[in-house]
């Protein structure tokens, strides 16, 4: 019989990269099966008992526990705290870590610096130049209103992130190179990019999310302005390490996972006003009119059966980050797990939450 899911007794592991490199290491669970284990082998149906995960999908959990979808789960979870790809990534070399939520970039960087991954899961926004995720935020007092004003800025930059990705795509489609600009390297959590905007320590920088509104809100005055950046921004992913996935039992486990992963997803867009009131107030303290704005600035998931466009737009980006970093090519078929590629799509199909 399956073990019903459960928070477990260390439910919320620290985000913390020094923690989870000195004290976490079991977190994940016994030590994962050698990674030449084929991952063509076909998904099971069900999950052996004794399963268990250990998952970083910081905000999306939520969703999955309101929608009801977390008693689906016949494996054992224990949600871990933390998000993003710094993180993820020191999580799984910890092996305090099986799945992560991240975008496209920390897939890439995962693979250069010596850590195998792939996508199981994939998400982006339907009309994604219309409900973008970031936007370029311009000091005050900064004459930024083009791309092409960014020559000689102060530019916002973090390596292995979506956010610095973004910036190497924004210069080349405004015929600039690093070299035309100033990078500075910060870190993108939190509220290091609108800080370092504010204080003038950069002069530009992506920032998403509520972030654009409050930082229009609370600098406009001075002169902080936002910009488009007219590029698509939109991917989301879940990735696991090839080790990891070549456990059969910890493979089904994260299948069930993406099912309902899929589900609630549908759900949230189903029911904004619940969603903003018991997660964007009352969990993380924000006001209504704030999640309203992030709910109508997000759009509606698309969750392809193919990730056929998928992986050609993410080799594009692949290639782009080779030659300017100077790391070796890959192929973006090599960061899917092709097993999972209709696994989200055909729980929309079947229905659910």
Known sequence: MNQPFTMGRRAL??????????????????????????????LAESVPSGTRLVIGDK????????????????????????????????????RALDLGSVADIPPIHSHWTGIPT??????????????????????????VASLADLRGKKVAYSPGQAQGALVLRVLRKAGLSKQDVQLIELP???????????????EVAPIGGVQVKRYEGKYGKDGATTIAHGLRDDPGHLYAP??????????????????????????????????????????????????????????????????????????ETIDLLAEETGNKP??????????????????LAAGGA
Not at 78 to 83: D, P, V
Not at 188 to 202: C, E, K, P
Not at 271 to 284: A, L
């Open 188 to 202: 993108s959590t939190g509220d290091v990019y609108a800080n370092a905007l504010a204080s003038r320590q950069v």
């Open 330 to 347: 890959l192929k973006a078929e090599d960061l899917y797990d092709r097993r999972y590629e209709t696994v989200a799509a055909d729980a």
């Open 118 to 143: 792939r996508i199981v899961a994939s998400k982006f926004r339907q009309d994604p130049l219309e409900h973008a995720i970031y936007r370029l935020g311009i000091a005050p007092g900064v004459a």
């Open 59 to 94: 905000e999306h959990q939520k969703a999955i526990e309101f929608s009801g979808e977390a008693k689906k789960l016949t494996f054992e979870v224990e949600w871990a705290n933390l998000s993003g790809g710094p993180q993820t990534l020191e999580a799984f070399r910890a």
């Open 242 to 315: 090839i080790t990891v996935l070549a456990d059969p039992a910890k493979a089904a486990a994260i299948r069930q996972y993406v099912q309902v992963w899929a589900r609630a997803w549908r759900w949230r867009e189903a029911n904004p006003d619940e969603w903003i009131d018991r997660y964007y107030v009352k969990d993380q303290g924000l006001t209504a009119e704030d999640g309203r704005w992030i709910v109508a600035n997000a759009g509606v998931a698309d969750i392809p059966p193919s990730w056929a466009d998928a992986i050609s737009r993410h080799q």
């Open 13 to 42: 592991l620290s985000a913390g990269l020094g923690a989870l490199a000195l004290g976490l290491t079991a977190c994940a669970g016994d030590d994962p099966p050698d990674a030449t284990v084929a991952l063509d082998t076909p």
